[in-house]
Protein backbone atom coordinates (compact mmCIF):
# COMPACT_ATOMS: atom_id res chain seq x y z
CA UNK A 1 0.00 0.00 0.00
CA UNK A 2 2.90 2.53 0.85
CA UNK A 3 4.27 1.71 -2.45
CA UNK A 4 1.24 2.40 -4.31
CA UNK A 5 0.97 6.13 -2.50
CA UNK A 6 4.56 6.86 -2.98
CA UNK A 7 3.62 5.63 -6.67
CA UNK A 8 1.09 8.28 -6.90
CA UNK A 9 2.36 11.01 -5.15
CA UNK A 10 5.30 11.18 -7.91
CA UNK A 11 2.75 10.71 -10.52
CA UNK A 12 1.00 13.85 -9.70
CA UNK A 13 4.50 15.62 -8.57
CA UNK A 14 4.87 15.05 -12.18
CA UNK A 15 1.78 15.97 -13.86
CA UNK A 16 2.13 19.45 -11.85
CA UNK A 17 5.42 20.33 -12.69
CA UNK A 18 4.37 20.42 -16.60
CA UNK A 19 7.14 17.45 -17.53
CA UNK A 20 9.84 19.95 -17.89
CA UNK A 21 11.28 23.22 -17.90
CA UNK A 22 9.40 26.48 -18.47
CA UNK A 23 9.45 28.61 -21.60
CA UNK A 24 12.23 31.00 -21.26
CA UNK A 25 10.85 35.19 -20.96
CA UNK A 26 11.14 36.56 -23.80
CA UNK A 27 13.85 39.04 -24.68
CA UNK A 28 12.77 42.60 -25.42
CA UNK A 29 13.74 44.20 -28.32
CA UNK A 30 14.97 47.72 -28.51
CA UNK A 31 12.45 49.99 -29.81
CA UNK A 32 13.35 50.75 -33.96
CA UNK A 33 14.65 54.22 -34.22
CA UNK A 34 12.69 56.33 -37.14
CA UNK A 35 14.96 58.57 -38.13
CA UNK A 36 12.57 60.87 -40.15
CA UNK A 37 10.21 60.92 -37.06
CA UNK A 38 13.56 62.37 -35.20
CA UNK A 39 14.48 65.46 -37.63
CA UNK A 40 10.83 66.60 -37.93
CA UNK A 41 11.44 69.44 -35.74
CA UNK A 42 13.22 73.32 -36.68
CA UNK A 43 17.14 73.32 -36.67
CA UNK A 44 19.52 75.86 -36.15
CA UNK A 45 23.35 76.16 -36.68
CA UNK A 46 25.67 74.76 -33.93
CA UNK A 47 28.65 75.11 -35.71
CA UNK A 48 29.54 74.67 -39.55
CA UNK A 49 32.68 73.67 -41.13
CA UNK A 50 33.91 73.51 -44.54
CA UNK A 51 36.23 71.30 -46.09
CA UNK A 52 37.28 70.51 -42.52
CA UNK A 53 37.93 73.81 -41.68
CA UNK A 54 35.42 75.61 -38.94
CA UNK A 55 33.99 78.55 -40.28
CA UNK A 56 30.92 79.10 -37.41
CA UNK A 57 30.55 78.28 -33.98
CA UNK A 58 27.38 79.51 -32.02
CA UNK A 59 29.71 79.90 -28.85
CA UNK A 60 32.44 81.89 -30.41
CA UNK A 61 32.17 85.47 -31.31
CA UNK A 62 34.73 85.53 -33.85
CA UNK A 63 33.79 83.52 -36.77
CA UNK A 64 34.83 83.51 -40.34
CA UNK A 65 30.89 83.18 -41.73
CA UNK A 66 28.66 85.43 -39.21
CA UNK A 67 25.28 84.29 -41.41
CA UNK A 68 25.22 80.75 -39.77
CA UNK A 69 23.45 82.48 -36.90
CA UNK A 70 20.61 83.14 -38.91
CA UNK A 71 20.49 79.15 -40.32
CA UNK A 72 17.78 77.22 -40.17
CA UNK A 73 16.43 73.88 -41.15
CA UNK A 74 12.55 73.93 -40.89
CA UNK A 75 11.64 70.09 -40.92
CA UNK A 76 8.40 70.20 -38.52
CA UNK A 77 6.03 69.25 -41.00
CA UNK A 78 6.72 65.98 -42.78
CA UNK A 79 7.64 66.05 -46.48
CA UNK A 80 7.92 70.36 -46.58
CA UNK A 81 11.09 72.20 -45.95
CA UNK A 82 11.98 75.26 -45.15
CA UNK A 83 15.52 76.56 -45.55
CA UNK A 84 17.07 79.86 -44.36
CA UNK A 85 20.77 79.87 -45.62
CA UNK A 86 23.47 81.84 -43.97
CA UNK A 87 23.05 84.58 -46.61
CA UNK A 88 19.92 84.83 -45.38
CA UNK A 89 18.30 83.27 -48.79
CA UNK A 90 14.70 81.69 -48.00
CA UNK A 91 13.90 78.23 -50.21
CA UNK A 92 10.91 76.05 -50.04
CA UNK A 93 10.61 72.82 -50.98
CA UNK A 94 10.15 68.96 -50.03
CA UNK A 95 12.52 66.61 -48.11
CA UNK A 96 13.16 63.13 -47.58
CA UNK A 97 14.81 60.64 -45.24
CA UNK A 98 15.84 57.76 -46.46
CA UNK A 99 14.42 54.36 -45.05
CA UNK A 100 17.77 53.35 -43.93
CA UNK A 101 17.83 56.63 -42.14
CA UNK A 102 21.36 57.74 -43.20
CA UNK A 103 20.52 60.06 -45.97
CA UNK A 104 17.83 63.54 -45.19
CA UNK A 105 17.23 65.01 -49.19
CA UNK A 106 16.12 68.71 -50.09
CA UNK A 107 14.25 68.46 -53.15
CA UNK A 108 12.26 71.04 -55.18
CA UNK A 109 14.00 73.89 -53.22
CA UNK A 110 12.93 77.41 -54.72
CA UNK A 111 12.68 80.94 -53.86
CA UNK A 112 11.43 84.29 -55.54
CA UNK A 113 15.21 83.90 -57.05
CA UNK A 114 15.63 80.31 -58.01
CA UNK A 115 16.80 77.43 -56.32
CA UNK A 116 19.94 77.46 -54.19
CA UNK A 117 23.25 78.24 -56.19
CA UNK A 118 25.01 75.27 -57.83
CA UNK A 119 22.25 73.14 -56.71
CA UNK A 120 19.46 72.26 -59.18
CA UNK A 121 16.97 72.44 -56.43
CA UNK A 122 18.36 69.47 -54.62
CA UNK A 123 20.54 69.12 -51.43
CA UNK A 124 21.48 65.99 -49.81
CA UNK A 125 23.14 65.10 -46.88
CA UNK A 126 24.40 62.26 -45.11
CA UNK A 127 23.06 61.72 -41.60
CA UNK A 128 26.20 61.22 -39.74
CA UNK A 129 24.83 59.50 -36.51
CA UNK A 130 21.05 58.83 -35.04
CA UNK A 131 19.45 62.34 -34.36
CA UNK A 132 18.57 63.29 -31.03
CA UNK A 133 15.51 65.07 -29.96
CA UNK A 134 18.17 68.01 -29.88
CA UNK A 135 21.09 67.23 -32.11
CA UNK A 136 21.44 66.71 -35.50
CA UNK A 137 24.27 65.98 -37.58
CA UNK A 138 24.96 66.78 -41.40
CA UNK A 139 27.14 66.48 -44.04
CA UNK A 140 26.49 67.79 -47.48
CA UNK A 141 27.07 64.80 -50.26
CA UNK A 142 28.77 66.93 -52.88
CA UNK A 143 30.57 70.48 -52.58
CA UNK A 144 28.23 73.26 -51.77
CA UNK A 145 28.77 76.34 -54.44
CA UNK A 146 27.84 78.81 -52.04
CA UNK A 147 30.70 77.46 -49.49
CA UNK A 148 33.59 77.87 -51.62
CA UNK A 149 32.98 74.47 -53.38
CA UNK A 150 33.68 72.93 -50.35
CA UNK A 151 31.48 70.20 -48.77
CA UNK A 152 29.49 71.54 -45.30
CA UNK A 153 29.70 69.97 -42.11
CA UNK A 154 26.91 71.16 -40.08
CA UNK A 155 26.00 70.12 -36.48
CA UNK A 156 22.68 71.64 -35.68
CA UNK A 157 20.47 72.06 -32.72
CA UNK A 158 16.65 71.99 -31.56
CA UNK A 159 16.54 74.39 -28.31
Same mark, same amino acid.
Given at each position: ?????????? %? !??? *???????????? %????? =? %???????????? $???????? +?????????????? #?????????? @?????? /??????? +?? =?????? $?????? /??? !?? /??? &?????? #? =? #?? @? %?????? @? =??? $????????? &????? $??????? /? *?????
Amino acid at each position: MKQFIVFLFA %I !SVM *ACSGGGDPAPAP %IPQPP =T %INVADLVKKVWS $ASSAQWDG +VAKYDKSSTSNVVQ #GYSQYKLDLS @TAGSVK /LTEFDGK +VF =TGNYSV $ATDGKT /LTL !SS /LTS &AEGAPT #G =T #GG @T %ITFTIL @T =TPT $ATTLSLQQT &AAYVK $ASSAIVK /L *ALVNP
